[in-house]
């Protein structure tokens, strides 16, 4: 069955430097998602993609994010300079289409643990 | 905007023990409901959904009506094992919208 994976599984990096975290989503979905998991709290939407370009961001996407996809199968989200408090698991999600269209189901990746020091 | 409200935990059971998580939300219009669950050091799975009112999603023994009048997303187990012991999230995502919001999640323990 299709999945999708991420890459790495987990990252320390030092407080300043940036990261990538990358993704491949299931090969015909159309819309793909960052999520953002801190250690004992909710799940939280950072940002949705289709067609290229951002459909729709949470006030957590600020400046230091950006997504991107650089081929036909790579998704990836940067933080230019990262924070202590972007320690977290990042989750890559995946849809064939959009809720009402009965595609509306998510499929997430295992997730990168992301270490800030 | 949309939220999702569930009981918190942890709940501690005995195999074998009736299972209930309880799960209120807030949206506009018709949401699709979900059920994930999140095992000790893995991602998250979808459990099951339910994409309209009275809708009853099922899989691996779990249930949950969406049930529009009391808007609520309930999630049971007649008979709950060792391996169900995880974290379960209850989420929703509104009409062509594109975002799932999450619960704060729920985890389970179910002890031998």
């Known amino acids: 069955e299709p999945e999708v994976t991420q890459t790495p599984s987990h990252q320390v990096t030092q407080m300043g430097q940036e990261v990538i975290l990358r993704c491949v989503p299931i090969?015909?979905?159309?819309?793909f998602y960052w999520y953002r998991q801190i250690l004992g709290q909710k799940v939280e939407f950072l940002v949705s993609?289709?067609?290229?370009?951002?459909?729709?961001k949470s006030e957590i996407f600020d400046d230091q994010f950006s997504v991107e996809r650089p081929d036909g199968s790579n998704f990836t989200l940067k933080i230019r300079s990262t924070k202590l408090e972007d320690s977290a698991m990042y989750f890559c999600?995946?849809?064939?289409?959009?809720?009402?269209?009965?595609?509306?189901?998510?499929?997430f990746g295992p997730g990168t643990r992301l270490l800030v020091l | 905007g949309d939220s999702v409200t569930q009981m918190e935990g942890p709940v501690t059971l005995s195999e074998e023990a009736f299972l209930t998580i309880n799960c209120t939300y807030t949206?506009?219009?018709?949401?699709?409901l979900f059920w994930y669950v999140q095992y000790p050091g893995e991602g998250l799975q979808l459990l099951l959904k339910?994409?309209?009112?009275?809708d009853k999603g099922s899989n691996k023994g779990f249930e949950a009506t969406y049930r529009k009048e009391t808007t609520s997303f309930h999630l049971e187990k007649g008979s709950v094992q060792v391996s169900d012991s995880a974290v379960y999230f209850c989420?929703?995502?509104?009409?062509?919208?594109?975002?799932?919001?999450f619960g704060a999640g729920t985890t389970v323990t179910v002890r031998a």
């Open positions: 949206a506009t219009g018709y949401p699709s």
């Open positions: 989420a929703l995502i509104g009409f062509n919208d594109y975002k799932l919001s």
């Open positions: 090969s015909n979905h159309l819309y």
């Open positions: 999600a995946s849809t064939p289409g959009l809720a009402g269209a009965g595609q509306e189901t998510q499929y």
């Open positions: 339910a994409t309209k009112a009275d």
């Open positions: 993609f289709y067609n290229n370009e951002i459909s729709e």
